[in-house]
């Protein structure tokens, strides 16, 4: 899939900053990318745990006065958990937008417009740049309401946008 993705973006004249930095893995971005942003946040909660834990059998041995080494390293085995709490949301806050599980990316350079219609009405249209990341806040039959990352909010069609998680028909199903 990550080669899929390689082809595809280079095809694409621009696309989103992050999910370059993503697909090149360079640096950091290359730990980042070991792990969906899911993922990450599994890792928080399972370091968030960890950490309580270590710290609750910290101050339990605090009252045994011969189990001090043993102590000590409940109170590292806590601050390395709390440390990996940190590096993970860290991790997860890097995706960005592509962490949202209501993210899109739009297949085709089109305009967003203020109406969902193709009807000749007056209306304000912005460009759509293929590549954009953008996150979808409403649905209307054929047509998503999306807000791109710069702040600008219209409507395009449906088929211009490829979710990045699951199908796009089982997220935004018409009412």
């Known amino acids: 899939m990550n080669w899929d993705l390689k082809v595809a973006l280079s095809k694409s004249g621009a696309y989103y900053p992050i999910l370059s930095r993503l697909v090149k893995g360079d ?10 942003p899911a993922q990450w946040e599994r890792v928080s909660y399972i370091a968030m745990f960890a950490a309580g834990m270590a710290f609750c059998v910290w101050v339990a041995l605090a009252y045994v006065y011969r189990l001090k080494r043993l102590q000590f390293a409940f109170a590292i085995l806590g601050l390395l958990s709390v440390a990996s709490v940190f590096g993970a949301d860290w991790a997860r806050r890097e995706y960005g937008l ?13 305009k967003l417009k203020s109406v969902p219609t193709d009807l000749d009405v007056e209306q304000i249209e912005s460009s759509l740049p293929e590549g954009s990341i953008c996150l ?3 649905q209307f039959p054929g047509w998503l309401k ?3 990352p710069n ?13 990045l998680y699951g199908k796009l028909s089982d997220r935004f199903q018409y009412p």
């Open 151 to 163: 702040g600008e909010i219209g409507w395009s069609r449906k088929e211009n946008f490829a979710p």
């Open 27 to 36: 640096g950091l971005m290359a730990y980042i990318a070991l792990l969906t």
């Open 146 to 148: 999306v807000e791109m």
């Open 98 to 110: 592509l962490a949202n599980p209501d993210a899109v990316v739009a297949i085709v350079e089109d």
């Open 136 to 138: 979808v806040s409403k």
